[in-house]
């Protein structure tokens, strides 16, 4: 799931750049790609405990 994010909002930015390889160049790149697995994991997170806090709520009815 993480990684589906990550790919997608890469490619999503890369949209409004204009589709520029100078996009990749730009960055710097360990703060780039640590940005983006930092936000890749974050959402994994929290779709993984909405999932749990679903599941344990339906369980308790």
């Not at 999503?12 to 990749?24: D, H, L, P, T, Y």
């Amino acid at each position: 799931m993480a990684l589906a994010f990550i790919v997608l909002f890469l490619v999503f930015k890369w949209v409004i750049e204009g589709f520029k390889w100078s996009f990749f160049q730009r960055q710097d790149p360990l703060l780039f790609y640590g940005t983006l697995i930092a936000a890749g994991l974050v959402y994994g997170f929290m779709v993984t405990y909405g999932k749990f806090w679903k599941r344990f709520k339906e369980s308790d009815r």
